[in-house]
C-alpha cells in the first residue's frame, strides 16, 4: 500500500490527489490548501515515490502497471476506511496511472482531472528513455545531496511559483527511486489511444498550447478523433508541463467549473 497524506473534513467528498514522476504528496500543497475546506483531500506518494516502498526489480519491467496495483489497493483501503470513492486530480505520470486503472475498475474512480497525463507517443516515450542516464545522475550529485541547490535551480527556471510549491518539489526529487529514473517510463505499458477510449468514468484533459507539454492542440484533436463521451479536453495557453502551477488561476478556474458541473451531474 502507498503512504499517503489525508487532510479535511472524513464527512466530505473525497478527493485523491495523484503527483507526477519525481514528484510526491507534499507537491500538492497549493491545492489541498484550497481544498481541504471542501473535501477530504488524500494526497498519495506514488510506488518509488516520497515515503512510500522502492520498486522490486520485478516491478520496474512495468512500473506504470505496478504503480496503478499500488494506487488500485490504497484506494481499496480509504473506501474501506472512510466509505467513499474520491474524485481523482492527477498531473503527468500520475494521470497516466490513474486513466489506466479507471479502465480496470471504473468502480474505485468517481471521475478524473488529467492534468497533462503522460499518454506518449513513441517519440516522447524514447525521449524519456534517453534522457534517463541524465536524470539518475543529477538525482545522485544534486537532487538527493543538496536541497539548496535544487531549490535554488528551481526557482531560477520557475520564479512564478510560489514557495512551497518549490520546497515541495524538491522533496519529491530527493526521495524518488533512482532505479525507477533509470527505466525512464513514465507511463503505462499499451497505446494511450487504448486506454483513453476505453474510459468510462467522468474525464477532463487539461493541457496547453507549448512544446512544453505532452498532450497538447495535437494530442486534444487525437482525443477528439477517438469519440469517447467521457472524456472532455480543455486548454490553458501559454504554460509548460506544469500547467498547475505556472498558470494557477486560470487552472483553478478550470478545476472549479469542472468540479460545479461533476457535483451538479451527480445530483442530477
Known amino acids: 500500500m502507498l503512504s499517503y497524506y489525508a487532510a479535511g473534513n472524513p464527512d466530505a467528498p473525497m478527493v485523491a490527489l495523484v503527483h507526477g514522476v519525481c514528484d510526491s504528496g507534499v507537491a500538492w500543497v497549493d491545492l489541498i490548501n484550497r ?20 520498486f522490486t526489480d520485478d516491478e520496474l519491467r512495468q512500473p506504470g502497471e505496478a504503480s496503478a496495483r499500488q494506487l488500485e ?44 497525463p503522460a499518454w506518449l507517443s513513441e517519440e516522447q516515450a524514447a525521449g524519456y528513455v534517453e534522457r534517463a542516464p541524465e536524470q539518475v545522475t543529477t538525482s545522485k550529485h544534486l537532487w538527493r545531496n543538496d536541497a539548496a541547490g535544487t531549490v535554488a535551480g528551481n526557482v ?43 474510459i468510462n468514468v467522468p474525464t ?3 493541457t496547453s498550447d507549448t512544446r512544453e507539454v505532452l498532450v497538447g492542440t495535437q494530442g486534444v484533436a487525437a482525443i477528439a478523433k477517438l469519440g469517447n463521451p467521457d472524456i472532455e479536453t480543455a486548454v490553458i495557453a501559454g504554460t509548460d508541463h506544469g500547467v498547475r502551477l505556472s498558470k494557477p488561476e ?19
Do not use: N
Open 156 to 198: 531560477d527556471q520557475r520564479p512564478g511559483w510560489d514557495a512551497a510549491s518549490h520546497y515541495g518539489w524538491a522533496f519529491g526529487k530527493a526521495l524518488v527511486d533512482p532505479h525507477l529514473l533509470a527505466t525512464g517510463i513514465v507511463s503505462f505499458s499499451p497505446p494511450w489511444r487504448e486506454v483513453a477510449r476505453a
Open 204 to 206: 477532463l484533459v487539461v
Open 250 to 268: 486560470e487552472y483553478q478556474r478550470v478545476l472549479e467549473e469542472w468540479l460545479m458541473q461533476f457535483d451538479a451531474r451527480l445530483r442530477g
Open 73 to 116: 489497493r490504497t484506494i481499496e483501503h480509504l473506501r474501506t476506511l472512510y466509505g467513499k470513492t474520491p474524485i481523482v486530480i492527477a498531473h503527468s505520470m500520475g494521470a497516466a496511472i490513474s486513466s489506466y486503472l479507471s479502465v480496470s475498475r471504473p468502480d474505485l474512480i468517481r471521475g478524473l482531472f488529467l492534468e497533462d
Open 35 to 54: 481544498l481541504v475546506d471542501r473535501y477530504l483531500v488524500i494526497a498519495f506518494d506514488s510506488l518509488g515515490h516520497g515515503t512510500s516502498r522502492r
